[in-house]
């Protein structure tokens, strides 16, 4: 069931993954091309199933924390991540038998790829978000119970820091955004250390193929010069995510940003082609809600997805401006990430939202008024 | 008075301006070596109207020589690529991802040193300058005539890519040097591709300069010379030489310009019908409303200010085939073979332009030759046109407000005066050369793009700051101080960092200060 990922899949994953990143995540070009010179260097990678690994396996999912702008100016050396992977087996005096994504979003589906192709370490088709969420405590493998700690981050000069903070996995964010700041705004984490058998419990599983099969529907879509919004809901069909719903199609009319607390949260607001529906979507980083009319049509943590209407490719928070045309579609996540749990961690409430979580395919289909 | 030449792969145009008053529109070829057709072109303007060479002001180019260049990779010098970043930045060195053929035709060579800025001014690691006299060594020894020097966080802090550019130029004397922060913004990859062009340009833009200042100056016109940049905005020909790279999308921008000169619209829809495509871009306040997404020229990713364009398979050549009742027009087209091919020309192809003829909007070729062509084919045909040059145009609205349509381009006879959901279309008059009238009005305009920490209660006068710097720098480039004004402001807070940190970005444009 394992499968080698190769340099031919990274322009699919790269797509997908951005889908997936709900307009936040950062840019996965960045990430793409970190894990093809890799590869380049030091051949493909082992993806594994869940299912393939020992109860006793130790995972070490490894990801890169901190400011996507910076990302685009100061780029990473390439052997952070690794360094970070490193530290942490040894505060633990254990070997890591995978590493894995926390976040199967943005440039984060790529680091541990870069981790796995440097190391010879398979990477564990699964993730803790299933999309991506902008802080460290927003994991199902925090949700269900494995803690955070002891984490280790690391800079592009080699150095690295150990944070343990026992079973707070909210205070081992702050305390590593703290470093994050000093090592220029970017840094490389590894974190959630845990075993096969937690895996399987509490992670998202296999995003990346996920990721690839959202990128792959697109991409033939245009091949083909088929509508890609139809090919997409079809590829999502037999996944964890089964139910993609078009919430709106039509052009921006505002974009308003502001930085609160460290995070870009904003919001922006369209009107339909025919001039009759406006939408709103409010996010912080990545899109949480988008309101129809006024009303909730796709709550966080499903997926808000705002793609350019020609060609269906992904649209960042970052990059909405004024007059973009859009179709922004609402995609359902699976059961584990929509428990009151999980719903307490990165529900709307958890970001201060006033509304209540409701799944995609139940506000699309059943909107309130009628 | 003013003349603007833009010099294309086929034609090249030039009018002759009093004010915005077109006093004479000549169209020619253009040669090999640019400059004998811009020598013809100032000698059929004088013909159409008789000037005074010394009462001439200043002359503008628009020119799409350079980014034909690259794209056919020739006359490219060799180039070094020279980063401060690490010990950042190792794993993806500069042109890491650029076409294989093009690194192999500026013989690219990649460095990298240590140097580079944090986000908040610290320095990532000191620079080496033994290690930077080593490269320049190597540099030399390989044959390198050009070198783009890039630093991280450069458009915040110039002071190591300076720096460095002294090194190099003491060790490298009279080798071109390019600096990203002068010519791209924030996104390190991208304006280092952008510098690297640059630099692999510089020898041909010195040649193709000074052959476009002789052939102005051998019309006997004393006056100063511009080029147009990727914004509609002008460069003197010094800067020419220095930032070849700003010229690259100069043409959609003429053409769009232009085209609201000639209509006096300054907010409108224009389209552009050429022979196998059509352009639709939006002028808002006289300037194209510009691309959002990072643009690729020739297969490298670059974050350049260029227009946003619409392309449809819509033009003169388009091969028209069906019935009335499902006709299509387009995407394939006859092309440049439509004098030989299309049936007004003795051809054997029905196309766009057989339509027109048939339809008594055009007379050209032979009219007999499509006598024969169902009314009602003829009529479904041109439906089908408008219909689908409404759709685009409704695409590249950003309002519900009815937008003037201006067209423009040899193939505008091809669409109706109006057009559905957004009212008449303006056919103005010398509308096969709005590229050099765009050239010939471009304006004068400086640009900031830079990552701010706004402390609370200081954003305005951090914006005004940034706002005034923008100015300075339309006026230092040539503009006339009281015509100046903000045309472009965009803020963008800097997630997870504290202090504020705020992206802004402010364009400033005037008119030309034109001299005695």
């Known amino acids: 069931m394992s499968w080698l990922l190769t340099e031919a899949h990274l322009t699919d994953l790269a797509r997908g993954a951005a889908v997936l990143g709900t307009g936040g995540g950062g840019d996965p070009y960045v990430g793409r091309l970190l894990v093809r010179e890799a590869i380049r260097e030091y051949g493909p990678v082992t993806v594994l199933d869940p299912d393939e690994l020992a109860d006793d396996a130790l995972v070490i999912p490894t990801a890169q924390m901190g400011a996507p702008t910076v990302v685009f100016e100061k780029l990473p050396r390439g052997t952070e991540a690794v360094a970070a992977l490193h530290a942490l087996e040894t505060h633990l005096g254990r070997r890591a038998t995978a590493t894995m994504p926390i976040e199967c979003g943005g440039i984060n589906s790529m680091i541990p790829l870069v981790v796995a192709a440097r190391t010879g370490l398979p990477v564990v088709d699964a993730d803790g978000m299933g999309r991506a969420f902008p802080e460290l405590q927003m994991e199902t493998f925090g949700v269900y119970g494995v803690p955070g700690s002891p984490m280790a981050v690391a800079g592009e000069r080699g150095e690295t820091t150990v944070i343990d903070t026992g079973p707070d996995n909210r205070h081992m964010e702050w305390l590593a955004r703290g470093v994050t700041i000093r090592l220029g705004g970017v840094a490389h984490i590894a974190e959630y250390a845990m075993r096969g058998s937690d895996v399987r419990r509490t992670a998202i599983p296999r995003t990346l193929t996920l990721a690839l099969t959202v990128g792959r529907a697109i991409r033939e879509a245009r091949e083909r010069a088929a509508d890609p919004i139809a090919h997409l809901a079809s590829a999502l069909g037999g996944t964890l995510y089964p139910h993609l719903r078009v919430l709106f199609r039509g052009k921006l009319t505002d974009v308003e940003r502001r930085t609160e607390a460290g995070f870009a949260r904003g919001r922006a607001a369209a009107t339909s082609f025919t001039g009759e529906h406006k939408l709103e979507l409010e996010f912080q980083n990545e899109n949480l809600v988008a309101l129809v009319d006024g009303e909730p049509r796709c709550v966080v943590p499903d997926l808000v997805c705002v793609l350019d209407a020609e060609r269906a490719e992904p649209i960042t928070t970052e990059t909405l401006r004024y007059g973009q045309r859009v179709t922004v579609v609402g995609i359902s996540t699976p059961g584990l990430m929509r428990t009151p749990e999980a719903l307490a961690v990165f529900g709307p409430g958890a970001f201060g939202l006033p509304y209540e979580f409701r799944p995609v395919e139940y506000l699309a289909d059943f909107p309130p008024d009628g | ?516």
């Open chain 2, 1 to 516: 008075m003013r003349i603007g030449i833009d010099v294309g792969g086929t034609n090249t145009d030039a009018v002759l301006l009093d004010g915005r008053r077109v006093l004479a529109a000549v169209k020619t070829s253009t040669t090999e070596d640019v400059t004998s057709g811009i020598v013809t072109a100032i000698g059929e303007l004088q013909r159409q109207h008789a000037f005074d060479p010394a009462a001439v002001r200043a002359v503008m180019i628009g020119t799409t020589h350079f980014i034909n260049a690259l794209v056919e990779a020739r006359r490219l010098a060799p180039t070094a690529a020279l980063r401060l970043s690490l010990p950042a930045g190792a794993s993806l060195p500069p042109m890491v991802d650029w076409p294989r053929r093009l690194v192999d035709a500026i013989s690219g060579r990649a460095y990298l040193c240590h140097g580079g800025h944090e986000f908040d001014g610290r320095h990532i690691a000191e620079l080496d300058e033994g290690e930077l006299r080593k490269a320049a060594e190597d540099m030399g020894r390989a044959g390198v005539r050009s070198v783009a020097i890039s630093s991280v966080f450069s458009p915040v802090n110039a002071e190591f890519e300076t720096r460095a550019a002294e090194i190099v130029a003491a060790e490298l004397p009279g080798v071109a040097i390019s600096l990203s922060h002068e010519i791209g913004r924030i996104g390190l990859l991208e304006r280092e591709n952008a510098t690297v062009v640059n630099a692999a340009l510089r020898e041909l833009a010195a040649h193709i300069v000074d052959g476009l200042a002789s052939s102005v100056s051998g019309a006997g016109i004393t006056a100063p010379l511009y080029l147009s940049q990727n914004d509609g905005t002008l460069m003197d020909v010094d800067f020419a030489r220095r930032y070849p790279v700003a010229t690259f999308a100069s043409g959609p921008t003429n053409s769009m310009r232009g085209a609201a000169v000639l209509s006096g619209l300054d907010t409108c829809a224009v389209v552009d019908v050429g022979g196998t495509t059509s352009d639709i871009g939006v002028l808002a306040g006289g300037f194209p409303r510009e691309a959002t997404t990072d643009v690729s020229v020739a297969g490298i990713r670059t974050n350049f200010r260029m227009p946003d364009v619409l392309s449809i398979g819509i033009g003169g050549g388009s091969l028209v085939t069906g019935e009335p009742a499902d006709v299509a027009v387009g995407p394939r087209s006859v092309g440049y073979e439509l004098t030989a091919k299309a049936l007004v020309f003795g051809g054997d192809t029905l196309t766009a332009t057989d339509i027109a003829v048939a339809a008594g909007r055009v007379a050209i070729g032979d009219p007999e030759r499509v006598a024969h062509l169902d009314p009602d084919l003829v009529r479904a045909a041109l439906g089908r046109i408008a219909a689908d040059a409404a759709d685009a145009v409704d695409r590249m609205r950003t309002s519900a407000e009815p937008l003037p349509v201006v067209a423009v381009g040899g193939g505008s006879i091809l669409l109706p005066d109006e057009l559905a959901g957004t009212g008449e279309v303006h056919r103005p008059e010398h509308y096969a050369v709005a590229n050099a009238i765009g050239a010939a009005i471009a304006q004068i305009g400086g640009e900031v793009d830079r990552v701010y920490a706004i402390e609370p209660g200081h954003r305005d006068s951090v914006v005004d700051e940034a706002k005034q710097e923008a100015v300075d720098r339309a006026v230092a480039a040539g503009a006339s101080p009281s015509t100046v004004e903000i045309v472009d402001f965009d803020e963008v807070p800097i997630p997870y960092l504290p202090g504020n940190a705020t992206r802004i970005r402010v364009k400033a444009v005037g008119d030309l200060q034109l001299g005695g």
